[in-house]
């Protein structure tokens, strides 16, 4: 990463020349500060949750100090996406798999941190990996060259990062926040159409009070004898084409196994219910193709508009209300245990104007979604390109100071 050229008054030093390796056993000391790398910051933890894979015991838990460096080097063929560097504010205890770092004397800790930050956002680290984990330690990292300047100019680049990070991290929260409130208003938007229609604030006397198995029966469609070649996956609450060709994911030899969907079919992911409480679990068809036959497929019958009970249903999937309804060891849910939800039903008409209302109440909030995720993005991206620029001496703080 850094063979770039470096200002002459700095020097070029291996990792092991400005940190040596920290290992500081909690077996008879008993620290009961928990401490956890999360999104590159050294948090406390609840040593007493229930949440996570917390041991019985912490003595093989090591502890870390103010100023050491935190790299969690494990896993590294699964995860590309974590931040692995965190700089450490408080005396507690961390996993013993993760590489403490000690600073020596003439080493900022907070500016060996940014340092390691920008290898880690550049993913510098993965595949140097060995094992089935892909995990390295710091023998395998001390040879790496890292820029140093001299003492008084690294406490500058902190100071200077500081702020200028501090200043970027709040303008992205700000428009996380916004986006936030953006994705509520949708969600009450569908809310309230879908149970009150568009005029009023209750449910309306012509509405149908029906079942989901008056309205809708499960499709099974196989693909064993069709053979289409149209692939389709839910993703983000989306039903969207995916390159049968591709080597991402893990896809079957074959698609006879699939199934047929087509247009106007409802989509619903009702597996794994206990793991994933996040993604979108319901999607509308708007071609025939084919999607995996651990989904479940539903055709809407009668005097009906599909889009309508796609809001319906998705209405459903953004309240949660999926969870907590399956069984078994991976939480599933089929067509049995849903049939029965209540469903109110406008007429025909109606069912058009609300879904034709909230496409375009969806479409306008979307797009100033994106449009604010655009922003986070760039701004995230300027983060990343200023911290390399400046440990690397590209950009003379000392006069900004």
């Not at 956890?36 to 229930?50: A, C, P, V």
């Not at 996993?95 to 060996?112: D, V």
């Not at 892909?134 to 008084?152: M, N």
């Not at 069912?351 to 922003?375: F, P, T």
Request: charged content about 25%.
């Amino acid at each position: 990463m850094f063979e770039v050229k470096i200002p002459e008054r700095w020097q070029k030093m291996m990792l092991f020349q400005v940190a040596t390796e920290q290992k500081i056993s909690n077996k008879n000391v008993h620290h009961q500060n928990l401490l956890s790398l999360s999104y590159g910051k050294i948090k406390r933890k609840d040593i007493n949750t229930h949440g996570g894979l917390l041991p019985n015991s912490f003595d093989t838990y090591q502890i870390v100090h103010v100023g050491n460096i935190i790299l969690r080097l494990t896993d590294l063929q699964n995860d590309h996406k974590s931040l692995r560097v965190g700089l450490v504010t408080e005396t507690g205890i961390i996993t013993s798999a993760y590489t403490c770092l000690k600073p020596r004397e003439n080493i900022l800790p907070s500016f060996l941190y940014f340092v390691l930050h920008a290898y880690d956002i550049k993913k510098f680290f993965y595949g140097m990996g060995g094992g089935v984990r892909q995990s390295i330690g710091y023998s395998d990292i001390r040879k790496i060259f890292l820029p140093v300047p001299p003492l008084d100019e690294q406490e500058k680049i902190v100071r200077y990062l500081d702020k200028k990070t501090s200043d970027m991290t709040k303008f992205i929260d700000a428009k996380k926040k916004q986006v936030e409130l953006l994705e509520e208003l949708k969600r009450s938007i569908i809310s309230n159409a879908v149970t009150n229609g568009l005029f009023g604030d209750k449910t309306p006397d012509t509405w149908k009070d029906l079942k989901l198995f008056q309205i809708a029966t499960e499709q099974k469609i196989s693909n064993k004898k069709v053979h289409n070649q149209n692939l389709l996956s839910l993703s983000y609450g989306k039903i969207k084409r995916k390159d049968i060709n591709t080597s991402d994911g893990l896809l079957p030899a074959n698609f006879d196994n699939y199934q047929i969907v087509q247009e106007g079919n409802i989509i619903l992911r009702l597996t794994d219910l206990q793991n994933d409480h996040k993604s979108l679990r319901v999607g509308l068809a708007t071609e025939t193709g084919i999607i995996t036959s651990a989904y479940l497929c539903l055709k809407i019958f009668g005097n009906h508009y599909p889009k309508f009970f796609y809001y319906v249903l998705h209405n459903y999937d953004v309240a949660k209300k999926f969870y907590g309804m399956g069984s078994g060891v991976r939480q599933s849910l089929g067509y049995k245990d849903i049939r029965r939800i209540k469903i109110f039903v406008p007429p025909l008409w109606e069912q058009k104007e609300i879904s034709d209302y909230l496409d375009a109440e969806c479409s306008r909030i979307e797009n100033l979604i994106e449009a604010l995720k655009k922003e986070i993005s760039l701004v995230e991206e300027l983060r990343k390109s200023l911290i390399s620029e400046v440990v690397t001496g590209k950009i003379d703080v000392r006069e900004l100071i």
